[in-house]
């Protein structure tokens, strides 16, 4: 006979199902609205103005030093993710934050197919940041935006995450919209997923109700983050992959 297992956490009161269809439904017209108002704020963000940025700027990839313009591939539009880096530092002591977002960005065929290049400009060197690339196994073009930061990064603060969205015209181009800090969970599904679940994100600023877990705390144990080493490196660590960037 097996044991019960006893478990404590906090759930919601159990109700019958037309209770909770009559709940959710109410719930339902404010998720309406929300997507309503993000709808609005599109249309907003698709009016701005924009301003122009020296095409000529150069970033790094693998074959060496090449220009922003060459940097959209060809394409209309580029969406650019500014990467935090630690420089001299292991894959260990990178950045828990541009992991989790950068890491989600896999599958670029959609956006290419708007005519849109989405590509990782990394603050750090090339290098040793390509090692962090090939250690995580992405496959997203990666640049290394080192030397041209002041200029990519007018009236911001380097070394902070990014997602800027630029647009060309020939040979001149044009930035259109950035954003910062929780502007860049666009790029994450998984903070989605987890908004829809009864426990959310279990961390500490969420208003949930008393009891609620919120095991995942702030810095200095970050919410991205198991053991001292972001969460999705583990799985690249049991495949026998160094995390020595050197």
Known sequence: MKRAIHDS???????D??????????????????TRAADEIAAHRRRLPMVEVDANLTVTGPDGPVTLLDAFDGRKQLLAYY?????????????????????????????QSRDITFAVFCQGPYTESRAYYDFMGWKMPWYSALGSLEQLLVGRTIGQMYLTAYVRQGDRVYETYWTTMRGVEVMDNNYALMDLTIYGRQ????DSPAGWPKQWAEPPQSPKVIDGRPIAQWSRIAAGRSDDLT
């Not at 961390?203 to 969420?206: K, L, R, V």
């Open 9 to 15: 956490t906090a759930l919601p009161p159990v109700v």
């Open 17 to 34: 199902r037309t209770t909770f269809t009559a709940d959710l439904e109410e719930l339902r017209v404010r998720e309406k609205a929300h």
């Open 83 to 111: 990467y935090m880096w630690h420089t001299g530092h292991r894959a260990a002591e990178q950045c828990p934050g541009c992991t989790w977002c950068a890491g989600q960005i896999q599958e670029i065929s959609y956006l």
């Open 203 to 206: 961390e500490p600023y969420e």
